[in-house]
């Protein structure tokens, strides 16, 4: 397993629109494997193969206080959402960034494991936030894009001063 480069707001790449994964073999469990690692590392809940430049339809979450519950979604489709939910959202590749998007409370999603099998997941709450959160990435479309174009403006600024500050 491996540690991947999280791409930072506002890379060109984080706005690619993934492909649907067509082969389930073992370069995508590797794939699997090595988000999972650096989404654990980082400390995240949540992480797209988008984030880590590979524009696949994968999702790694988990938002157990053990960490020991790692969803994987693979090609996942959102066919049901009910309500709206209030969590306030943050993003590996927006660090320090955090903001409440409207989402759905509830969601039902059609998805495959790393090994081709399908399946459909009931999600709620935290998790139902961080999987519509995820999916964004797969569209090419990062959470801050969600909010007013000053609070955007803003963040880029921040963003762009923290970066003068590290180098």
């Not at 073992?26 to 494997?33: D, F, N, P, Y």
């Not at 988008?50 to 959102?78: A, F, T, Y």
């Amino acid at each position: 397993m491996a540690i991947l480069n999280i791409l930072r707001y506002p890379d060109a790449r984080l706005h690619k629109v993934a492909e649907p994964v067509k082969v389930f073999d073992e370069s995508l469990k590797r794939l699997v494997a090595d988000m999972a690692e650096t989404m654990y590392a980082a400390p995240g809940i949540g992480l797209a193969a988008s984030q880590v430049d590979v524009h696949k339809q994968v999702i790694v979450v988990d938002v157990s206080e053990r960490r020991d519950s790692l969803v994987v979604l693979v090609n996942p489709e959102i066919i049901e959402a009910i309500g709206v939910s209030d969590i306030e959202e943050g993003c590996l590749s927006v660090p320090g960034i955090y903001d409440t998007i409207e989402r759905a409370e509830r969601i039902k999603v059609r998805a495959f494991d790393q090994n081709g099998n399908a399946f459909m997941l009931q999600a709620q709450g935290l998790l139902s936030v961080c999987i519509q959160h995820e999916m964004d990435h797969l569209r090419g479309k990062v959470f801050v894009e969600h909010l007013s174009q000053l609070k955007q403006q803003r963040i880029r600024a921040r963003i762009a001063k923290q970066l003068r500050k590290s180098a």
